[in-house]
């Protein structure tokens, strides 16, 4: 499956949201690649997926932060357009994407 997941992590509570924020970023960059500071993009199995999910779930504070997956179709993962600095690395064959 085609996943976009973003996240706003509070860092309002120094350390501990600055800790959570490392660590929902380091989930994500595990699994997919990132393609603006707090989205990432990714092509999972189901296993990876339910793996990535549980992790998330628990590092996130539910009451101060946010976590939004977006599941596409495969078509969808072809029609991206990307305009302007940092172009992404597509999480498919590893090309660029234009």
């Not at 660590?23 to 189901?46: D, I, N, W």
Request: proline letters at 1%.
């Amino acid at each position: 499956m085609f996943l976009v997941i973003t996240y706003d992590v509070s860092t309002r509570e120094e350390r501990a949201g600055a800790r959570r924020l490392r660590r929902v970023a380091k989930a994500c960059t595990s699994y997919g690649t990132r393609v603006q500071k707090s989205v990432f993009e990714m092509q999972l199995g189901q296993k990876e997926w339910v793996e990535l999910r549980s992790r998330l779930l628990s590092e996130i504070d539910d009451t101060q932060d946010s976590l939004r997956i977006y599941f596409l179709d495969q078509t969808g993962q072809h029609r991206i357009e990307h305009h302007g600095v940092q172009v992404p690395i597509n999480v498919v064959d590893d090309s660029l994407t234009i």
